[in-house]
């Protein structure tokens, strides 16, 4: 994913640019590039492919120096990653920008430009906006105004940071559907598109809302909104500790990754999504043509991964009407398969490095898939450099060995993925609208599951001296139940087991008495009819159960049921906000034992070996 940073100060800015970028390099890129503005008022700008010392080394043979500059980590979606392709874009040799996101209707203004005049030198859509601005500059000579009418024409995510020599003293930088946040110096200022660029020279920040754009000097900062009317936004101080290495306030780094996912779930669908549909072009260069092509979808991962997948399959199959098929990657690769034409080969993995899902990517890639997409949350790890495509998902260094904000993560970008595909397969505009809708409401929705932490803990206690469990669910919150059944087993060591609720009768049943708690996830879907004589048939045996409902399932608290209501959320969604009661129930029930919450006995956060 792309990175941005740039500075304006009094001393030269092209340490703390670097120094930015470097901090930036966990987020994945295939090139970086920066543009400074120097004393004589000349924009100078350095590119390079590959990693960010290589820019260090080019600059450290031919330096940029000046006060005022941007600088950028690119991972390319519009043209293949090279030098020409990198950031920052110029347009003649006094403006340069850098953008992160998508321009949806790139094609049409680089068509107009082109008759306007401008030359192209690369095949970018960020060249577009560099060249928009400049055609508004010559008209307003005034680069606020200039980058103002320019931004009104595009479609898309973008945040954008732009300097012009001929306006030496400042930075102008906009965002909408990306991220962007000012650095608040003393008699200096930053900005970047990600707090952790800024820290080793700030500890305040303000965060740019949609549709601002701000004018940032030495001395002060401006911002306005998208009706153009001036605008504070707070100054936040950034807490140390909080680092995403570190557990902060929290007892275990389990707790505080559940707690993280309302803002990774952000990141991912951030640079993704507008308010109404989903970036193709933000899944890589090439999405558009191979999604077209796709005719089924064979999905590969490992243990919590591989629920992320089972879900994902009643997504693909519902949304967009293609065949999926999903398995564990420790059989698959030791058997036959009949590979159907045009099927799209796609892992998913936390670490990228697990053992079984590598070698089943390796096998694919002779075995005569059309493409291998990963979903990964590690950049630079085996599976995304073996990969033809990747999603990054957004969840940052995760240390619990039980995932959680990874799956979080993993759902909610194999969902924008199965939109990008439905949408070569018939899904109306308004379908897609309203399930976009429903994406941008999870963080809100999860932050709800969250704050019923204390009365889960209360619900825990019940399970503190059982030795087996089981889990139901229906449809798509199936996966969700074994996943709730793995984290139980996984921290806590208590047994448990996930069924499909209508497998009830056909064997669990007969384990069911009063010392067996059964968990159930029920929102208010198609099935919960049909879940709610299933639980009839637990409580006619004696079982006590904890359900987790909308309520609008109306599913009434009873001796031997106990309710906990869950906000209303749409259907598809559901999965990720059913899944969080169930990660903080086993969090709580292993505290309350006392085990090893993060380094659970036997098992490995990555499984390198087979
Ligand atoms: C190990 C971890 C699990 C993880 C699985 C797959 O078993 O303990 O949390 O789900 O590996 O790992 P991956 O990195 O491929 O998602």
Known sequence: MCGIVGAVSERDVQGILLEGLRRLEYRGYDSAGMAVIDGGRVTQRAREVGKVASLAEAIETNPLSGHLGIAHTRWATHGEPSQV???????????????????????????????????????????VVAHLIEQYYRKHSNLYDAVKAAIARLRGAYALAVLHADEPDHLLVCR???????????????????????????????????????????????????????????IIRFEHGSDSAEKGEYRHFMLKEIYEQPAVIKATMEGRTTDTRVLEQALGTDAANLLQDVNHVQIIACGTSYHAGMVARYWIEELAGVPCSVEVASEFRYRKHVIQRDTLFLCISQSGETADTLAALRQAKQAGFRAALAICNVPGSSLVRESDLVIMTQAGPEIGVASTKAFTTQLTALLIFTLALARHN?????????????????????????????????????????????????????????????????????????????????????????????????????????????????????????????????????????????????????????????????????????????????????????
Do not use: C
């Open 85 to 127: 392709n990198a950031h920052p874009h110029m347009s003649g040799d006094r403006l340069a920008i850098v953008h992160n996101g998508i321009i949806e209707n790139y094609q049409d203004l680089r068509d107009e430009l082109k008759a306007d005049g401008f030359e192209f030198t690369s095949q970018t859509d960020t060249e």
């Open 176 to 234: 909408e559907g990306s991220p962007l946040v000012i650095g608040v110096g003393i008699g200096e200022n930053f900005i970047a598109s990600d707090q952790l660029a800024l820290l080793p020279v700030t500890d305040r920040f303000m965060f740019l809302e949609e549709g601002d754009i701000a004018d940032i000097r030495r001395d002060a900062v401006s911002i306005h909104d998208r009706e153009g009317t001036p605008v504070e936004r707070k």
């Open 426 to 610: 018939g899904l109306t505009e308004e379908r897609e609208a309203e399930i976009v809708k429903a994406i941008h409401q999870l963080p809100g929705q999860v932050d709800q599951v969250l704050a019923l932490d204390a009365e889960i803990a209360e619900m825990s206690k019940a399970f503190m001296d059982k030795n087996h469990s089981l889990f139901l669910g229906r449809g798509s919150q199936f996966p969700v139940a074994l996943e709730g059944a793995l984290k139980l087993k996984e921290i806590s060591y208590i047994h448990a087991e996930a069924y499909p609720a209508g497998e009830l009768k056909h064997g669990p049943l007969a384990l069911v008495d009063s010392e067996m708690p059964v968990v159930t996830v029920a929102p208010n879907n198609a099935l919960v009819e049909k879940l709610k004589s299933n639980l009839e048939e637990v409580r006619a045996r004696g079982g006590e159960l904890f359900v987790f409902a909308d309520s609008a399932a109306d599913v009434k608290a009873e001796e031997g049921i106990h309710v906990m209501q869950l906000p209303s959320v749409h259907e598809i969604t559901a999965p990720i906000v059913y899944t969080v009661p169930l990660q903080l129930l086993s969090y709580h029930v292993a505290v309350l034992k006392g085990t090893d919450v993060d380094q659970p006995r036997n098992l490995a956060k990555s499984v390198t070996v087979e």
